[in-house]
């Protein structure tokens, strides 16, 4: 893998890493009261419920110490695993080769791919010139009906194929 699609794949794993946390700690964390003057929900006058005519017994939820315990644990982990992912990135940045000559160097760089290309695609364009002035083509009749070669100069195939 080479060292861009390396950075990706990591700053995908950071962000994993970040939500998963996130929701987690949402998920899990005990609700804690705002301030001490603001009232908790639900703690006003509770309205007189009707009486069940069929009492059944409601089972209590027992407190789990070992739930709290986790839960006490798991910041700590999910962050050193944050802290561990991020230095990984910073190795991985770190082992980016640094560009020659600055950016007078990248740009004399792009110029020369793109004179390279200019050539290419003049190589290209006469290879097509050639191909149909040579009357060489490639019958496709599942994707385009033949044509002459006279037509295609003449633009006809154009205009009889795009109603132009």
């Avoid at 050193?80 to 640094?98: C, Y």
């Amino acid at each position: 893998m080479d060292a861009i699609s390396q950075l990706q794949e990591k700053v995908n794993t950071i962000a994993t890493i970040a939500f998963t946390t996130i929701g987690t700690l949402q998920r899990d964390a005990p609700p804690v009261r705002i301030s001490p003057n603001y009232p908790e929900s639900g703690s006003g006058p509770a309205p007189a419920a009707a009486p069940n005519p069929n009492p059944t017994p409601t089972p209590t939820p027992t407190p789990i110490a070992d739930s709290d315990a986790d839960f006490a644990k798991q910041p700590k982990l999910m962050s050193a695993e944050l802290v561990k992912a991020a230095k990984q990135f910073d190795a991985l940045v770190a082992a980016l080769p640094l560009s020659e000559g600055g950016e007078e160097a990248q740009l004399k760089r792009i110029a020369q791919l793109e004179a390279e290309n200019d050539a290419v695609g003049q190589q290209l364009e006469k290879q097509l010139e050639a191909a149909v002035n040579g009357r060489i083509f490639f019958h496709l009749p599942s994707l385009l009906p033949f044509k002459s070669s006279h037509q295609i100069r003449e633009g006809a195939y154009a205009n009889d194929h795009y109603g132009r």
